[in-house]
């Protein structure tokens, strides 16, 4: 355990709505349509704009990184994705995809000294986090850092949210939840609707089996509510994500994590007026919490 659990945990809070707005701009939107792709969903161009960094990877190998989506759904983008475009040419794309959503959200104070601030101090944080065995983190990693405060700031956190994210793949797998358990238990706790799990790709069947399989474990209920087992277990994963997504923070220390956390909160601010972000998510986040005083 860490000595401050919580830490990495409320800056994923903080953080990843910043970084996410990305997936629902329409600047963003208006890039991945000019590329080629199709833009009545977002799937086309997530499933481009996140497995870029990995190069022009199989469906096999980015099923394997992302883990929750369901075979299948990815086998439907990747690696047709690359046909549309290449990743470099992707990634060259994402690039102005974030420069444009921002100078929208911000206007004026996309070059204020707060953001520059925050860009550094994330750059700090991410630059500390380790990508051994974490292989969407390290293909951003291994990407050239922008020049911009707010590019840095969007990439800095996207580092961080990936190697959360491939530590959280980790924990998954040390407690014995495959990609679609992983989801059904998730569920289960009331992190979010159900339906609001059916973006990953899964059929009712596939949900229902792996429904039946954490059941025969104990760790659901015949309505699909997770048990006394049940809670306890997904606890038991989120700790260990935490626990392995700690180090940055450690290393920028709370004084500075908590500067970073006051510095982007009038960009929260404004990602959350802007509407744009939807109420219910796979990620359980619900209400953002403010910075600790």
Same mark, same amino acid.
């Given at each position: 355990?860490?000595? =401050?659990?919580?830490?990495?945990?409320?800056?994923?809070?903080?953080?990843?709505?910043?970084?996410?707005?990305?997936?629902?701009?329409?600047?963003?939107?208006?890039?991945?349509?000019?590329?080629?792709?199709?833009?009545?969903?977002?799937?086309?161009?997530?499933?481009?704009? &996140?497995?870029?960094?990995?190069?022009?990877?199989?469906?096999?190998?980015?099923?394997?990184?992302?883990?929750?989506?369901?075979?299948?759904?990815?086998?439907?983008?990747?690696?047709?994705?690359?046909?549309?475009?290449?990743?470099?040419?992707?990634? &060259?794309?994402?690039?102005?995809?974030?420069?444009?959503?921002?100078?929208?959200?911000?206007?004026?104070?996309?070059?204020?000294?707060?953001?520059?601030?925050?860009?550094?101090?994330? &750059?700090?944080?991410?630059?500390?986090?380790?990508?051994?065995?974490?292989?969407?983190?390290?293909?951003?990693?291994?990407?050239?850092?922008?020049?911009?405060?707010?590019?840095?700031?969007?990439?800095?956190?996207?580092?961080?949210?990936?190697?959360?994210?491939?530590?959280?793949?980790?924990?998954?797998?040390?407690?014995?939840?495959?990609?679609?358990?992983?989801?059904?238990?998730?569920?289960?706790?009331?992190?979010?609707?159900?339906?609001?799990?059916?973006?990953?790709?899964?059929?009712?069947?596939?949900?229902?089996?792996?429904?039946?399989?954490?059941?025969?474990?104990?760790?659901?209920?015949?309505?699909?509510?997770?048990?006394?087992?049940?809670?306890?277990?997904?606890?038991?994963?989120?700790?260990?994500?935490?626990?392995?997504?700690?180090?940055?923070?450690?290393?920028?220390?709370?004084?500075?994590?908590?500067?970073?956390?006051?510095?982007?909160?009038?960009?929260?601010?404004?990602?959350?007026?802007?509407?744009?972000?939807?109420?219910? =998510?796979?990620?359980?986040?619900?209400?953002?919490?403010?910075?600790?005083?």
């Amino acid at each position: 355990m860490t000595e =401050n659990p919580g830490l990495a945990r409320q800056m994923w809070h903080q953080l990843e709505p910043v970084h996410a707005l990305f997936w629902y701009s329409p600047e963003v939107f208006a890039e991945a349509a000019a590329l080629g792709y199709q833009v009545d969903t977002r799937w086309p161009s997530y499933f481009a704009w &996140r497995a870029a960094p990995l190069g022009a990877a199989g469906a096999e190998r980015v099923s394997s990184a992302f883990y929750s989506f369901s075979p299948r759904m990815v086998g439907e983008h990747i690696p047709a994705a690359w046909t549309v475009a290449p990743p470099d040419r992707v990634l &060259r794309a994402r690039e102005r995809a974030v420069d444009r959503m921002y100078r929208t959200l911000l206007g004026d104070g996309i070059g204020a000294a707060d953001l520059a601030e925050a860009a550094g101090l994330a &750059r700090a944080a991410a630059e500390e986090a380790s990508t051994a065995g974490r292989p969407i983190a390290a293909a951003n990693a291994d990407l050239p850092w922008p020049d911009e405060p707010h590019l840095v700031l969007w990439h800095a956190i996207g580092i961080l949210r990936e190697q959360r994210g491939d530590g959280h793949v980790a924990a998954l797998l040390a407690h014995g939840l495959d990609p679609a358990e992983s989801l059904v238990s998730f569920a289960a706790i009331g992190a979010a609707p159900v339906e609001t799990f059916a973006s990953r790709g899964w059929t009712d069947g596939e949900w229902a089996a792996a429904r039946d399989r954490l059941a025969s474990r104990g760790l659901v209920d015949a309505d699909g509510a997770a048990t006394g087992a049940g809670r306890e277990l997904r606890d038991s994963v989120e700790r260990m994500t935490d626990d392995l997504a700690y180090a940055p923070w450690r290393t920028l220390g709370a004084g500075r994590a908590d500067r970073l956390a006051r510095l982007t909160m009038p960009v929260l601010v404004k990602v959350l007026e802007s509407g744009l972000m939807p109420a219910s =998510n796979t990620l359980g986040i619900g209400k953002v919490q403010a910075p600790s005083r």
